[in-house]
């Protein structure tokens, strides 16, 4: 299984989950950008960047938290 995938063993699950949500805020962003970029000035869309950011934000938190617990992990067994 490789690291990252959604079908990733249980250890990794909260770093798949994260990248996952990482990839789907990043085209979140990416669509709504190309909307304004073509005059769609609805009040939906600016919306979805600003929650799409923030969704971006809190799965960055949660895959550096499972960076840290997993190199403190390690650091026991070394």
Do not use: C, H, W
């Not at 979140?28 to 919306?47: M, W």
């Not at 895959?63 to 403190?72: D, F, P």
Request: avoid cysteine; hydrophobic fraction near 45%.
């Amino acid at each position: 299984m490789a690291i990252g995938s959604a079908t990733s063993s249980s250890l990794y699950a909260p770093q798949a989950t994260a990248l996952d949500g990482l990839q789907n805020a990043q085209g979140r962003v990416a669509d709504a950008s190309e909307q304004l970029a073509a005059g769609n000035l609805d009040p939906a869309v600016i919306v979805d960047v600003t929650s799409a950011q923030i969704d971006f934000a809190a799965n960055a938190k949660v895959l550096e938290a499972s960076q840290e617990n997993t190199k403190r992990l390690l650091d026991m067994f070394a």
